[in-house]
């Protein structure tokens, strides 16, 4: 059963969601709903043309930074200087590089106006974050996600040149804030960086674990 969300600040048990991880339709984009939202393991994501849809997947494919896998190329792509890293210093240019950036499979994006002003709301409350990568002062990779306590739940990546998003992953793990990343989508490279899955009931003793 999918629930059809009103102006009440509430979600439904996320346990109810479809097979698919789907568990309501409808709400808004305000900041005390998105972290009702994600403090509860439940995310926004749809497109243009449809309603808001809210998930929250039986399964989640995450990051321990302390499994981090940094391949012996990737080690030197980080030894040879060529990027610098920085966090939260263009919030703004990463969301809009990742609304940009071409997905194999998919047509257009999921992170519309209406979401990229949502997340900068977050940004600029402490909430949600950006690590940058830079190469001759041009923004070349990033990544952006919401932080609750000591989970980071990773919305999206981009890379205009070789290896920049793997960079931010691997600077994000190095950062000392986390206990677990939420990658939330599965891909082969982040599988063979560490990640794995983990059941629901997992993924929420952690979203709750402060220290």
Excluded at 151 to 169: D, I, P, Q, R, Y
């Amino acid at each position: 059963m999918i629930f059809r969300l009103d102006d009440r600040l509430l979600f439904p048990n996320p346990a109810l969601a479809e097979d698919d991880g789907l568990l309501a339709v409808g709400g808004d984009l305000s900041m005390q709903r998105l972290l009702l939202a994600y403090q509860n393991g439940i995310f926004p994501w749809y497109s243009e043309d449809e309603p808001i849809l809210w998930f929250s997947p039986h399964e989640r494919f995450v990051l321990y930074p302390g499994e981090l896998v940094v391949s012996k190329s990737m080690r030197k792509v980080l030894n040879s200087g060529q990027f610098k890293l920085t966090f939260n210093q263009c919030f703004e240019g990463v969301i809009a590089a990742c609304a940009k950036a071409p997905r194999p499979g998919q047509d257009g994006t999921w992170i519309t106006a209406d979401m990229q002003q949502a997340y900068i709301t977050l940004n600029k409350n402490g909430y949600a974050h950006s690590v940058e990568v830079w190469q001759r002062d041009e923004l070349v990779g990033g990544l952006y996600g919401v932080e609750v306590n000591r989970v980071f739940c990773g919305e999206s990546m981009f890379s205009k040149v070789s290896n920049a998003s793997k960079t931010a992953l691997i600077h994000l793990c190095r950062l000392g804030r986390h206990d677990l990343v939420d990658c939330q989508v599965y891909t082969p490279h982040l599988e063979s960086m560490g990640a794995r899955m983990i059941s629901r009931d997992d993924y929420t003793k952690a979203l709750t674990a402060t220290i």
